[in-house]
């Protein structure tokens, strides 16, 4: 999948502090909107599925969440006209 920038980015998270892009691999921009949601921040990304993906989920293929870090943050996956 790849992270699409909208009309309503309004932010850009790079890699966290310390990454080491030659033990882990490249770490990407993610364009995000940030607002608040109840008092709280909140950061929405958009994805777009490549073709093959799109075959592949509608044929039972599952979609995979990885966050990396020490806990996994509260997540919200949904679907989005844009």
Not at 30 to 55: C, I, K, M, N
């Amino acid at each position: 999948m790849k992270p699409i920038q909208t009309e309503h980015t309004n932010a850009v998270l790079g890699a966290p502090p310390n990454w080491d892009a030659e033990a882990n691999g490249p770490c990407g921009g993610l364009p995000v909107l940030v607002q608040d949601e109840g008092g709280l921040p909140a950061f929405y990304s958009y994805w777009r599925p490549t073709w093959r993906e799109r075959f592949e989920i509608l044929f039972g293929r599952l979609i995979r969440l990885c966050v990396v870090g020490r806990t996994h943050a509260p997540v919200h996956l949904d679907t989005e006209l844009i």
